[in-house]
């Protein structure tokens, strides 16, 4: 049986005192410390003292106390009182560490056994790899030389029979060029358009369907005249572009032929065969400049150049007649789009004028109603003033209560809460106010836009219907189109 501790009135199973509110009067020091210490030999020193120090005769209770505090002092703390105990090994845990021995013992043997047949299953298997991939490295060489021999004979066939032949292109040429010389009045309306749209002002300074068929029609017009310069380019450069297809062909050839003998010579190569040596790092070096594709793509490329360039004096007359029938109807079909984008857009314009209109009209509603709200809020704010004053003051009178009468009661709490309710109210007021007055003056800032917004939009409608379409009434017909007067 342990003699230890005491009921739970003793002052060391009391909670503490806690100290982070104040107290509410000053009788609240008279509850502390009414228990001693608990220090057995400083009670014991203090009731010895104590007696000896009085002639009168103790109480009884002061006789229960020190008998009480004599026992607590002379009594022994053996190891059979302690609640725990230190750290110590179970059985189980000495059982559960020798089959964690054993069976860490037995996965490292198994790890090595596994090791060592997988290593020896490993060098096997890199012999065999080794030996297919140097019998695949050669077949794929031998498939890169029938490569080579396939395009250098190619390339020798279309060698021998590149030709130069130059056509007569002169009436199709002069054609070309009066055709070339009428796309110059629709290109400058098109970009005289685009330079009176610049006028518009603010948010109608758009990127609009308009404004990208006006560029799309001046893209068209230069590419056709450029089409057509390229076209005149050929006819007049054929000559010269045969040759410079022949030389593509004849440098294409040469480097064929150095690749052949190279690549024939790595072809014989052997494990036994004399010349073959370390290069450290060769493998890291990248010198190549093209892939399979793009080197067969390179030659078909200056063999069909060759071909073209072969056919196109027989074809260039043909090819001009279509440029011509294709370009006319390209532009005639811009032209057409660019007139039903300034239709719609200018529809669209007046629609939006009127928009602005009925929008202003219900701003100015607005800005008077919000104006009222304002006042409404104003008011609300000077009614909580009172309200605020007499929870206030009530507050303040309740401060000079007496003594204990300065209690921390519900009507205290009440007053508290109360001038909290009215501050917030006030606060959410002030900032509903706030917020009404903002937004009166975002309503004013949107009356003198939309009002801005308006001109904008008069001056627009003008742009686009009297400055552009007047100018786009007058547009050269197919015949001209095509180079005929």
Known sequence: MELIGSTLTATYARPKTSHFLPAISTMASSYRGIQPALNPSANLWRTNSYYRSSNAVPTLSALQRENFDLVRAKTTFYPSNRTTMTTRYTPEDWYKSNQSNYRDSESSRKSAERLRKDTVRFMQDKEQLTRRSQENTSKNIGERLNDIVFWKSELSHETDNMVTEIATLTEVKRRLERALAETEGPLQVSQECLYHREKRMSIDLVHDDVEKDLIKEVEVIKSCQERMRRHLDRAIAQ???????????????????????????????????????????????????????????????????????????????????????????????????????????????????????????????????????????????????????????????????????????????????????????????????????????????????????????????????????????????????????
Not at 371 to 389: F, Q, Y
Not at 426 to 434: P, S
């Open 239 to 485: 000559l010269a572009s045969n040759r410079a297809a022949q030389h593509e062909l004849e440098r294409d050839m040469r480097d064929k032929v150095t690749a052949q003998r190279i690549e024939d010579r790595c072809h014989n190569l052997r494990n036994t065969s004399d010349g073959i040596s370390y290069y450290r790092g060769i493998e890291r070096l990248d010198p190549t400049l093209s892939l399979p594709d793009s080197w067969s793509k390179f030659t078909d490329e200056n063999i069909l150049r060759s071909q073209s360039e072969r056919a196109s004096s027989h074809k260039l007359r043909d090819e001009i007649e279509i440029l011509l029938n294709t370009t006319s109807n390209e532009m005639w079909s811009q032209f057409n789009n660019v007139n039903v984008a300034f239709t719609n857009r200018i529809s669209e314009t007046a629609d939006a004028k009127n928009g602005l209109q009925t929008h202003l009209a219900k701003t100015l509603q607005e800005i008077f109603q919000t104006e009222m709200l304002i006042e409404s809020l104003k008011k609300a704010l000077r009614d909580k003033e009172n309200p605020l004053k007499v929870a206030q003051t009530r507050m303040e009178e309740r401060t000079r209560r007496p003594n204990i009468e300065l209690c921390r009661d519900n009507p205290h709490h009440r007053l508290v809460s109360e001038v909290r309710e009215i501050e917030d109210t006030i606060q959410k007021l002030r900032e509903r106010l706030m917020e009404a007055e903002n937004t009166l003056q975002i309503l004013a800032t949107t009356k003198a836009t939309l009002e801005h917004d308006l001109s904008i939009k008069a001056n627009s409608l003008f742009l686009d219907q009297e400055k552009c379409m007047s100018m786009r009434k007058s547009f050269p017909s197919m015949p001209r189109l095509v180079g005929y007067t």
